[in-house]
């Protein structure tokens, strides 16, 4: 299965700043994804960004927001925009095997950025 | 659309007991279904899969898991725990056919006591 580097691991920030969260892979995907976990809760997709074509945003989350990049098929990037406390939360980023690709293994996860807004 | 329930938000084991956790989901197609472990300040780590064939499937450190398709559960299995498998365990679900997103379910905590 793919591994994944994900930086940063965690941060402060100060509200109305943004934080950009990257996520690199050691093999070429087709899909990559970002979560956000708030605290004591379940993961909720914010989005899944295919190389070549704009993000696809889940409801709930937009693009000025949230904005996404994926310039390659082993890099992707997450921006929290313009921060408030209610933005705390753990980010992951993961990808989906291809599944042609036997066996299939699912999906992998980055270790998350820790993200507190102070 | 698809959902995933985890009606236990919370189980406390004690050490060598078996355990059990299920999670049941609703969904118009076929899906597979992953069972995951998040430890205290970690991410995700894959346990269990089950794509098709036997409805039994074994994973990693003595976790197994049952596919109930007339139930639409998926049953997360250990005879015997150990205090290190206190984490968060999250159910999650994707359709076998386009999509590839991942739905999770709510997690379960479970603490392993002495």
């Known amino acids: 299965s793919a591994v994944i580097s994900q930086k940063p691991s965690r941060d402060i920030c100060q509200r109305g700043t943004s934080l950009t969260i990257q996520c690199q892979v050691d093999?070429?995907?087709?899909?990559m994804f970002w979560y956000r976990q708030q605290p004591g809760q379940s993961l909720t997709l914010i989005a899944t960004a295919n190389q070549g074509s704009e993000a696809t945003y889940e409801s709930g989350f937009v693009i000025d927001k949230f904005p996404i990049s994926r310039p390659n098929l082993t890099f992707s990037t997450l921006t929290v925009s313009n921060m408030s406390p209610e933005d705390s939360s753990i980010y992951l980023c993961?990808?989906?095997?291809?599944?042609?690709?036997?066996?299939?293994?699912?999906?992998?996860f980055g270790s998350g950025t820790r993200l507190t807004v102070v | 659309a698809q959902s995933v329930t985890q009606l236990d938000s919370q189980v406390p084991v004690f050490e060598e007991a078996p355990v059990e956790l299920r999670c049941n989901y609703s969904s118009s197609v076929s899906v597979y279904l992953f069972w995951y472990v998040q430890y205290p300040n970690q991410g995700l780590q894959l346990l269990l899969k089950?794509?098709?064939?036997?409805?039994l499937v074994k994973g990693i450190n003595g976790f197994e898991a049952e596919f109930n398709k007339s139930q639409t559960s998926f049953y997360f299995r250990k005879p015997s725990v150990h205090i290190s498998d206190t984490a968060e365990y999250f159910c999650a679900v994707s359709e076998t056919g386009g999509g590839n997103k991942l739905t999770f379910g709510t997690g379960t905590q479970l603490k392993v006591e002495l």
């Open positions: 093999s070429q995907v087709t899909m």
């Open positions: 089950y794509l098709s064939g036997s409805t």
């Open positions: 993961s990808v989906g095997a291809d599944r042609t690709v036997k066996p299939y293994y699912g999906y992998t």
